[in-house]
């Protein structure tokens, strides 16, 4: 399986509420050495942004810098989302900077 084909289930679970089966292949590809996309981190963090999961997403979040893959609008807006369902607006707030520091459109 390739990065493409782990995207589409990745984000399967996401629309159907699966945040840790999401996690689970987002592990997989780790595991399998697949490389992740912007897709791949994208529909994890709404996967996770779906249950208010702020810490996996700040998770993903690092991951995601430490890849090299850029954000986008989708993760700043999913990011911030579930800071704002798991009761976290400091969070949020911080992230709106560090979107705002790389100069993505929020």
């Known amino acids: 399986m390739g990065t493409t084909t782990f995207n589409s289930t990745i984000s399967a679970c996401e629309k159907v509420g699966k945040w840790e089966h999401a996690l689970q ?7 399998r050495k697949v490389p992740k996309d912007l897709i791949t981190f994208n529909a994890a963090i709404s996967a996770c942004e779906k249950r208010g999961e702020w810490e996996k997403t700040s998770q993903l979040l690092m991951d995601m810098l ?7 609008t989708i993760t700043c807006s999913a990011a911030i989302s ?7 607006w400091s969070k949020a707030l911080q992230l709106l900077g560090v979107m705002a520091q790389r100069k993505v459109e929020c």
């Not at 292949?25 to 595991?31: E, V």
Request: hydrophobic share 40%; aromatic share 10%.
């Open 82 to 88: 579930a800071c704002e369902k798991g009761g976290e």
């Open 25 to 31: 292949l987002f592990g997989a590809m780790m595991h």
């Open 66 to 72: 430490q890849s090299g893959v850029d954000f986008d």
